[in-house]
């Protein structure tokens, strides 16, 4: 039967193992925010873009049915 786990210091290889399990996992959080973050700003840019274009086609086809675009 082996002895429980008592020593719970930096000096102690489980310990720097779990810390450095840690590390990892908060490294690996935190390039997963920045890859979200900049997907939504692709996405909030793509749609800021097609509504710049939506905008666009509004005011020339309003343009044109009112008669300002006839010379």
């Known amino acids: 039967m082996s ?8 000096h102690d ?3 720097t193992l779990l810390e450095l399990l840690v590390f990892l996992g908060e490294a690996l959080s935190s390039y ?5 973050a900049e997907a939504q700003f ?3 840019r793509g749609v800021v873009i ?4 939506a905008a666009l086609l509004f005011w020339g086809c ?3 049915r009112d ?3 006839a010379q």
């Open 3 to 10: 002895r429980p786990w008592t020593d719970a210091n930096v």
């Open 13 to 15: 290889p489980g310990v």
């Open 32 to 36: 997963q925010e920045q890859i979200a």
């Open 42 to 44: 692709r996405t909030r």
């Open 50 to 53: 097609a509504l710049a274009g």
């Open 62 to 64: 309003r343009r044109l």
């Open 67 to 69: 008669g300002a675009g």
